[in-house]
């Protein structure tokens, strides 16, 4: 039985359908006991998840043993070996075809699970995603999207690409755009998403000729693909309210995502500490302890863990491979909320349409012969 998102909540339990995600339980720094509670503390709140978890049954079956809530919920596909974070991604191609992450992608090319979550060596990750998933027809190169705590109402913004390729011309840019755009739909149910490419200045000038090229590009794909291009964003920009998808390359992506991070732990770090400086100030501290839980929440990067892999056939989230129970619960939860809108479909034909669109244009604007 088939229903639109927007509905589903409305159905009771027995009408709905059990989405089925692929979980690589080895992948992870904090071992496969965090993977299984955070997998607990989705389930508890998705009653319509269900698991295929990747890895050596004598180590999974006892964790799971614990949690009774999770009995018939999930299957364990027994694989013996583990993509170490050490290992290079040409090495995992060769050698890691009975590791658990190779296994959990394998479960969503052969449609048995709507989505991957794995927690392991992101070149790995993307690698055999690559390789066994194989990118959107029109794809130069994929990328990962991450959504990053905003001042926009609808509270994050979508950035792209942070790390999957520290190259992009000014094609692979607009195709990031696209990407976005799609994950701002359906991520965020943001129905007209305004998309600013990453410069060191807003100025028309500034910036690398692929960056004007790109530019050109994504503003005259606008239109036709229902999104508002607002030109060039600044690095203050990515939690602002200027833009909800932050286009840029891979490199300076990942460089922006670990600033953020560190940022925002040397953040909580130094109120601690200021806190705790005197008698007073502890006092000050107790006064003010439930403003500073909602500060945490709002700041704390593991609420929002989870970088999708965009531009394949498939869906893959990548976990932060020092994610507890609450990042791994994070990246469950944003795979079954893509899964539940059917994101993967509804990228592959978005672009599809730009990239005829795309060449359209091109053959318009071509000298006749």
């Given at each position: 039985?088939t229903?639109?998102?927007?509905?589903?909540?409305?159905?009771?339990?027995?009408?709905?359908?059990?989405?089925?995600?692929?979980?690589?339980?080895?992948g992870?720094?904090?071992?496969?006991?965090?993977?299984?509670?955070?997998?607990?503390?989705?389930?508890?709140?998705?009653?319509?998840?269900?698991?295929?978890?990747?890895?050596?049954a004598?180590?999974?079956?006892?964790?799971?043993?614990?949690?009774k809530?999770?009995?018939?919920?999930?299957?364990?596909?027994?694989?013996?070996d583990?993509?170490e974070?050490?290992?290079k991604?040409?090495?995992?191609?060769?050698?890691?075809?009975?590791?658990?992450?190779?296994?959990?992608?394998e479960?969503?090319?052969?449609g048995?699970?709507?989505?991957?979550?794995?927690?392991?060596?992101?070149?790995?990750?993307?690698?055999?995603?690559?390789?066994?998933?194989?990118?959107?027809p029109?794809?130069?190169?994929?990328?990962?999207?991450?959504?990053?705590?905003?001042?926009?109402?609808?509270?994050?913004?979508?950035?792209?690409?942070?790390?999957?390729?520290?190259?992009?011309?000014?094609?692979?840019?607009?195709?990031?755009?696209?990407?976005?755009?799609?994950?701002?739909?359906?991520g965020?149910?943001?129905?007209?998403?305004?998309?600013?490419?990453?410069?060191?200045?807003?100025?028309?000038?500034?910036?690398r000729?692929?960056?004007?090229d790109?530019?050109?590009?994504?503003e005259?794909?606008?239109?036709?693909?229902?999104?508002?291009?607002?030109?060039?964003?600044?690095g203050?920009?990515?939690?602002?309210?200027?833009?909800?998808?932050?286009?840029?390359?891979?490199?300076?992506?990942?460089?922006?995502?670990?600033?953020?991070?560190?940022?925002?732990?040397?953040?909580?770090?130094?109120?601690?500490?200021?806190?705790?400086?005197?008698?007073?100030?502890?006092?000050?501290?107790?006064?003010?302890?439930?403003?500073?839980k909602?500060?945490?929440k709002?700041?704390?990067?593991?609420?929002v863990?989870?970088?999708?892999?965009?531009?394949?056939?498939?869906?893959?989230v990548?976990?932060?491979?020092?994610?507890?129970?609450?990042?791994?619960?994070?990246?469950?939860?944003?795979?079954?909320?893509?899964?539940?809108?059917?994101?993967?479909?509804?990228?592959?034909?978005?672009?599809?349409?730009?990239?005829?669109?795309?060449?359209?244009?091109?053959?318009?604007?071509?000298?006749?012969?």
């Amino acid at each position: 039985m088939t229903v639109a998102t927007d509905q589903i909540d409305d159905l009771p339990h027995s009408d709905r359908k059990r989405i089925i995600l692929s979980i690589d339980a080895m992948g992870g720094d904090e071992g496969p006991a965090a993977i299984v509670a955070g997998i607990c503390r989705s389930a508890r709140k998705n009653p319509d998840l269900g698991f295929i978890v990747h890895g050596p049954a004598a180590t999974l079956t006892p964790l799971f043993a614990k949690r009774k809530e999770l009995v018939g919920l999930y299957d364990i596909c027994d694989v013996p070996d583990v993509v170490e974070m050490s290992d290079k991604p040409s090495q995992t191609l060769r050698t890691g075809k009975n590791t658990s992450m190779w296994s959990a992608i394998e479960a969503v090319r052969s449609g048995e699970a709507a989505a991957c979550v794995s927690c392991g060596n992101t070149g790995a990750l993307m690698a055999m995603s690559m390789i066994r998933l194989r990118k959107l027809p029109g794809v130069n190169r994929p990328a990962i999207g991450i959504l990053w705590p905003s001042r926009s109402e609808h509270g994050f913004n979508v950035m792209l690409d942070v790390g999957a390729d520290i190259r992009a011309d000014a094609t692979d840019l607009l195709q990031y755009a696209l990407m976005g755009v799609s994950y701002a739909r359906n991520g965020l149910n943001v129905k007209r998403p305004r998309v600013g490419l990453l410069n060191v200045g807003t100025e028309e000038h500034k910036g690398r000729n692929e960056l004007h090229d790109a530019g050109e590009l994504i503003e005259r794909q606008a239109e036709a693909a229902d999104f508002e291009y607002v030109g060039f964003v600044e690095g203050g920009d990515i939690p602002g309210d200027r833009a909800d998808v932050i286009v840029t390359d891979g490199f300076t992506g990942n460089v922006a995502l670990k600033t953020g991070e560190g940022t925002a732990s040397l953040i909580g770090d130094r109120l601690k500490e200021a806190f705790n400086y005197s008698l007073l100030s502890k006092l000050a501290g107790l006064l003010a302890l439930t403003s500073m839980k909602r500060l945490q929440k709002r700041i704390d990067p593991r609420r929002v863990n989870g970088g999708v892999f965009l531009g394949l056939n498939g869906t893959v989230v990548k976990s932060h491979g020092s994610a507890d129970e609450t990042g791994v619960d994070a990246a469950i939860n944003l795979a079954f909320r893509l899964a539940q809108s059917g994101f993967s479909d509804r990228l592959a034909k978005r672009i599809a349409a730009s990239t005829q669109a795309a060449a359209k244009s091109i053959a318009e604007e071509s000298p006749s012969k």
